[in-house]
């Protein structure tokens, strides 16, 4: 077993790691436009962190958690999302003292102890964004655009927005008595956990993905017809501005998302592909959670993306191919005092942003070429006891096969004009 990664858990390889490197650079760049800063929570939390944010009748607090003892006998978990320890970071470091919004974004590995399949392991990565302080429904508007534009630079297509509100405490109390009192004529047809959940949260029934409660659920009141004046009206105005961003969406009164904190506006967007149908990505607003977890009473609201379920998409879609790593050019040597010549140079290559490559192997010139077009290099030169002698090398176009002569010591000026 030492040489097998525990269940759930993935290498990610050279040969993967320049589409990470793609995507995370897309978002970076995304984020920059939208003005959402960078932020990085250390990989576990206080387990009551986890617990208060997260939500105590949530999947994830019940089921999923990673959660042990340290050696004071503290309660550790893992963090299995983004938000709670952004939140715990904004508070701790008084950031709430700040021109408000506070706008962050995080990529970051998450763990949650469910089955593995496909886009969902046990430890995965996560992009998220958080904007802090604003209550206006134009946040929300922004904080789904940014996830909008992030598929459309990445090229990904056959998506659909669904949006809701799940309103405020005040509404949302009332409509779990109207939705419990239909329920519980209906608790027989119920699944074991959604019986459970009757009692202590009804509203996450709406989220179970078991067949024959999405029957039950088909005639139950929507929380669209209890919503408070003033929830009605943030919802209606985000349609407003979600049309002025010329997106198409639906308004689907069955989406609550699997987190107790959601207040307000909550959406996925969901992928509709040849052989995949997944929401790839989901949030909504949080006005309550900066204030549960001991931090001044303040308006949030933001969303979480999988990296593993997005790479998946765009496998799928066929639209990323990250070209292959290649170097600017490789130096072959024949003998020692070639090897020590070659080195030097390669050193002062590196030294001057040239991506260069030499021969620590003793292979021969001819298996030191077959290297060289292994890993694409661009160039190539050959330093050997004549080359030394006269002080010239032939440097190598890979790519039409042409050569060019030039002296040894004008090996870095010269690939520092041509590149």
Same mark, same amino acid.
């Given at each position: 077993m030492l040489t097998k990664a525990p269940r759930g858990t993935k290498d990610i390889l050279p040969s993967e790691t320049r589409t990470w490197q793609c995507i995370e650079s897309q978002i970076r760049q995304l984020c920059d436009i939208y003005g959402f800063f960078e932020i990085r929570t250390p990989t576990f939390e206080h387990t009551e962190l986890v617990q208060r944010g997260v939500g105590e009748t949530t999947d994830i607090v019940q089921k999923e958690m990673y959660t042990f003892l340290d050696r004071s006998n503290r309660s550790i978990t893992l963090k299995p999302e983004g938000t709670a320890p952004a939140v715990r970071a904004f508070i701790e470091n008084g950031l709430y003292n700040d021109a408000q919004p506070t706008k962050l974004f995080y990529i970051t590995p998450v763990f949650r102890y469910e089955k593995p399949q496909a886009g969902r392991l046990r430890e995965?990565?996560?992009? /998220?964004?958080?904007?802090? /302080?604003?209550?206006? *429904?134009?946040?929300?508007? #922004?904080? &789904?655009?940014?996830?909008? #534009?992030?598929?459309? $630079?990445?090229?990904?297509?056959?998506?659909?927005?669904?949006?809701?509100?799940? %309103?405020? *405490?005040?509404?949302?109390?009332k409509y779990n008595a109207v939705l419990k009192g239909y329920l519980e004529l209906k608790k027989d047809s119920l699944c074991e956990t959604c019986k459970e959940r009757l009692e202590r949260n009804p509203l996450r029934i709406l989220d179970c993905k078991i067949d024959r409660d999405k029957d039950v659920l088909k005639k139950a009141p929507i929380i669209l017809d209890y919503l408070c004046d003033e929830c009605r009206d943030h919802f209606e105005k985000l349609k407003v501005y979600l049309d002025i961003l010329g997106y198409e969406y639906k308004v689907n009164p069955m989406i609550v998302r699997g987190l107790d904190y959601y207040t307000k506006t909550v959406? #996925?967007? &969901?992928?509709?592909?040849?052989?995949?149908?997944?929401?790839?990505?989901?949030? %909504?607003? @949080?006005?309550?959670?900066?204030? #549960?977890?001991?931090?001044?009473?303040?308006?949030?609201? /933001?969303?979480?993306?999988?990296?593993?379920?997005?790479?998946?998409?765009?496998?799928?879609?066929?639209?990323?191919?990250?070209?292959?790593?290649?170097?600017?050019?490789?130096?072959?040597?024949? /003998?020692?005092?070639?090897?020590?010549?070659?080195? $030097?140079?390669?050193?002062?290559?590196?030294?001057?942003?040239?991506?260069?490559?030499?021969?620590?192997?003793?292979?021969? &010139?001819?298996?030191?070429?077959? @290297?060289?077009? $292994? &890993?694409?290099?661009?160039?190539?030169?050959?330093?050997?006891?004549?080359?030394?002698?006269?002080?010239?090398?032939?440097?190598?176009?890979?790519?039409?096969?042409?050569?060019?002569?030039?002296?040894?010591?004008?090996?870095? *000026? @010269?690939?520092?004009?041509?590149?």
């Open positions: 995965h990565h996560q992009f /998220g964004i958080e904007e802090f /302080g604003d209550k206006e *429904p134009s946040a929300d508007a #922004e904080v &789904i655009s940014t996830a909008v #534009e992030l598929f459309k $630079k990445l090229g990904i297509k056959n998506l659909a927005i669904n949006i809701n509100s799940i %309103g405020c *405490p005040v509404c949302r109390k959406f #996925e967007i &969901i992928y509709n592909g040849k052989t995949v149908s997944e929401t790839i990505c989901g949030g %909504g607003r @949080y006005d309550g959670l900066i204030e #549960e977890c001991g931090g001044p009473s303040m308006p949030a609201v /933001g969303f979480g993306m999988g990296i593993e379920r997005l790479i998946m998409v765009l496998s799928e879609e066929g639209i990323l191919h990250p070209s292959e790593y290649s170097f600017d050019i490789y130096i072959a040597s024949i /003998g020692d005092d070639a090897e020590m010549k070659a080195f $030097k140079i390669i050193s002062d290559l590196r030294r001057n942003g040239i991506s260069a490559e030499g021969n620590h192997m003793k292979r021969s &010139i001819k298996a030191q070429m077959k @290297y060289a077009n $292994k &890993i694409n290099a661009k160039y190539t030169a050959v330093i050997g006891d004549n080359e030394i002698k006269s002080g010239y090398t032939k440097i190598k176009n890979m790519k039409d096969g042409t050569f060019e002569e030039i002296k040894i010591s004008d090996i870095v *000026p @010269y690939l520092k004009n041509l590149l």
